[in-house]
């Protein structure tokens, strides 16, 4: 297969590429594009033998769910079984945007695309690119991120070719993402609603629009093995070609830590990479320093995470050492990212 790749302007119409796009999902195969939180692998939802491709040229385990992306508010009828007053509330704030609602499936929608649930993930991505590609795809399309399974979702198309050239139709360049990580999820199935993936959208926001909201203890925990509600809480996920491990604790014993651990490593031979935050990254001597934001700057942190992730593999890393991170807003959601790439390997200092 040679995988087409068309670069989309926003200030020009794009009609041409988008209706080709279209016509390819339409047809069953695979188009790539941007949203506003990472590049999505985009197939009809609809379509079982669609759904089917999309794992097959992830290596995607087929128990995790894809999410249906849709772009208005009047195709969620068709996709569920009822629509919450909760549902309701989070879409009138947060769609088009970063969050994904896990709803009971209607039957027009396939196990193929749930990965075998009852439940199906929703959202409207906040993109012109994406959501012009649904409607011209027929308004339902499943779209986990365009990377190979378990590797760094990507934020540029160049990411998405690394992994699918030859393996999928198209790829519509739309530039550099916005967000840099993927939506929030909340499952609206229970009583109180449940994050299952944090993201962009935060517990407290959520909780402004529809009173109490808990985090799945999973979300910052390693594997439990029970079958996935939502992409991401199951497998190694977002993970470099290199070993990783997180070193936690006080700033000026992990910068010690680090360097040690990264002296050893290189004395042995091996080339080390480490994620630093602006305000430590002059404390690093030795090694492939990659500076990721500073501490204050959540969202810039969020957005060059899977693109430090990916300079590694470029450069032949055999080891990196991250410093953790906490934020205020999209702490949860960055470590984890973090704690999923690296197998939840952590060193407390």
């Known amino acids: 297969m040679k995988t087409i790749i068309i670069k989309i302007e926003e200030d020009h119409g794009n009609k041409e590429a988008i209706a080709q796009a279209g016509r390819i999902i339409r047809e069953g195969g695979l188009v790539a594009f941007p949203t506003e939180t990472v590049y ?9 033998q669609a759904a089917e491709k999309i794992y097959a040229a992830k290596g995607r385990p087929s128990d995790n769910p894809l999410i249906v992306h849709i772009c208005c ?3 969620l009828a068709r996709i569920v079984t009822e629509v919450p007053k909760q549902a309701e509330l989070l879409a009138e704030k947060f769609w088009p945007g970063p969050l994904t609602m896990i709803l009971k499936k209607s039957l027009c929608v396939p196990y193929e695309t749930t990965g075998g649930l009852d439940t199906v993930a929703v ?3 906040d993109h012109p690119t994406a959501l012009a590609l649904i409607r011209a795809g027929g308004g339902y399309i499943a779209a986990p991120s365009a990377n190979t399974s378990g590797r760094p979702s990507p934020t540029l198309a160049e990411h998405v070719y690394e992994d699918m050239d030859g393996r999928i139709d198209m790829i519509l360049d739309g530039g550099a993402v916005g967000i840099g990580i993927e939506s929030t999820i909340v499952d609206l199935t229970e009583d109180v609603p449940v994050i299952l993936r944090p993201g962009y959208i935060s517990q407290e926001m959520l909780s402004d629009a529809v009173g109490e909201v808990r985090f799945d203890p999973a979300v910052l925990a390693a594997d439990t093995g029970a079958k996935p509600k939502a992409p991401g809480m199951k497998y190694k996920h977002y993970a470099p070609k290199a070993e990783m491990l997180l070193v936690e604790g006080e700033a000026e014993k992990v910068t010690a830590k680090i360097n040690e651990l990264a002296a050893r490593d290189i004395s042995d031979g091996k080339k ?3 994620i630093a935050a602006a305000e430590t990254v002059d404390s690093y001597k030795e090694g492939v320093v990659l500076c990721i934001g500073g501490r204050q700057e959540e969202e810039t942190i969020a957005r060059n995470l ?6 590694f ?8 050492y991250s410093e953790s991170f906490s934020a205020p807003r999209m702490g949860q959601a960055i470590m984890n990212r973090l704690l999923k790439a690296a197998g939840h390997q952590v060193f407390r200092v």
């Open 306 to 311: 899977y693109r430090l992730l990916r300079e």
């Open 123 to 125: 959202r409207m991505p």
């Open 73 to 75: 508010m009047e195709d």
């Open 313 to 320: 593999d470029r450069r032949g890393v055999d080891m990196i």
């Open 272 to 274: 080390v990479g480490i």
């Open 40 to 48: 999505g692998l985009g197939a009809d939802a609809l379509q079982p």
